[in-house]
């Protein structure tokens, strides 16, 4: 593909906690929908965006058992970026700071997800079209 | 000149700093460089046209491009036609297209 | 490739991590052969202040051996060769004199940060 680009992401918001999360991974999605490849470098709480242990539950507030609720787990919109920039001829590197991992007890982490360092996400920015950090505040 | 995408997700209601990052984007662009402006998030409550809070408008006569992510306007019920003079309602896909081109991009 | 670290946020989690992390980014990615500078803007300029002093905490009988030391980690920077940009207008408007401040650092003014982007290829606003 001729206009294929490479592109990379540094994420730091925990899931749930800001909006920002969320528009990393709808930003992630348009960049896997083309077909692009995509590094992520998730730092500090970001690590919890692929923990492979969040569940899905009901809401008694919206009267939803777990399965009519079909609550919104960051894992699986992980995972399905990671098929869809597959799907499309792309890739999605996704490194978790393994620091991070390791003081959060994060390492239960879904399939295509990696463990990592800085020098990946300086290695990862060296080699891509542009990168783009998203922080925490 | 360079490019530069300047992405804000706060609003000035809840954050001071965000005048600062508009002050940037402005003066960016008085030094010649092409800039774009994309509110998303909570950066979109700045873009009603009612909103008392002028600071935008002096961002888009300094030559800067404001869009304003579609998405985050439907979800606080902000009607494209009720947007700031100098104000366009954009898909996300813009913020993929300019990194694509190589902009520098900031997020605040 | 050049990158410009700006570091806005402050004492966000330093006390848990003994360090600011962005910080102790720089560090880890100059260490890793990066080519980068600082910025350091709004609240984060205080992390120049020499007077900075942190007891290590304890909780019960759990006794914190460290407490964050940025103020150094910042001088750390400078004495490996990173450039450490401080906005001027964000000191005088938290009060912070000159000889409150570490030696070493490079004071921006507002209105000059549009050029000193211009020399990264990379602005990370952090």
Not at chain 2, 91 to 107: S, Y
Request: hydrophobic fraction near 45%.
């Amino acid at each position: 593909m001729a206009d294929k680009k490479t592109l990379t992401f540094a994420l730091m918001d925990a899931p749930y906690e800001n909006a920002r999360s969320t528009t990393a991974l709808r930003l992630i999605n348009i960049a896997a929908k083309r077909g692009y490849d995509i590094n992520v470098f998730a730092y500090e709480g970001a690590v919890f965006l692929p923990f492979a242990g969040q569940q899905a539950h009901p809401n008694p507030v919206h009267g939803h058992d777990a399965e009519q609720e079909d609550h919104p787990l960051p894992k699986e919109w992980v995972e399905a970026v990671i098929k869809e920039a597959a799907k499309n001829g792309g890739k999605v590197d996704w490194v978790n700071c393994g620091l991070c991992v390791d003081e959060r007890g994060a390492g239960d982490a879904v399939e295509g997800v990696r463990r990592g360092t800085p020098g990946d996400f300086w290695n990862m920015a060296e080699s891509s079209d542009n990168t783009l950090v998203i922080p925490t505040k | 000149m360079a490019q530069y995408l300047l992405i804000e997700s706060r609003d000035p209601f809840d954050s001071n700093d965000v005048q600062n990052f508009y002050g940037l984007a402005s003066g960016l662009a008085k030094e010649g460089n092409e800039v774009t402006l994309f509110l998303v998030q909570n950066g979109v409550l700045a873009a009603r046209q009612n909103a008392r809070f002028a600071a935008l408008g002096a961002v888009a006569s300094a030559g800067v491009e404001i869009l304003a992510d579609d998405f985050s306007l439907d979800e606080r019920g902000i009607v494209t036609g009720g947007l700031a003079s100098g104000v366009k309602a954009a898909p996300l896909d813009i913020v993929i297209d300019q990194l694509a081109q190589g902009r520098k991009a900031i997020w605040h | 490739m050049k990158a410009l670290n700006i570091i806005e946020t402050a004492y966000r989690g330093t006390l848990e991590e003994q360090d600011d992390t962005i910080v102790w980014l720089t560090h880890a990615l100059k260490g890793a052969g990066a080519d980068l500078d600082v910025l350091l803007r709004a609240n984060a300029v205080n992390y120049a202040v020499k007077a900075q002093k942190v007891a290590p905490l304890s909780f019960g009988d759990r006794q914190q051996k460290h407490g964050p030391d940025i103020a150094n980690d910042i001088a750390g920077l400078i004495a490996k060769g990173v450039g450490v940009y401080i906005v001027k207008d964000d000191l005088a408007e938290r009060g912070i004199s000159d000889d409150e401040l570490i030696d070493g650092l490079s004071p921006v003014s507002r209105d000059g940060l549009a050029k000193l982007l211009d020399g990264y290829d990379h602005v990370w606003h952090w």
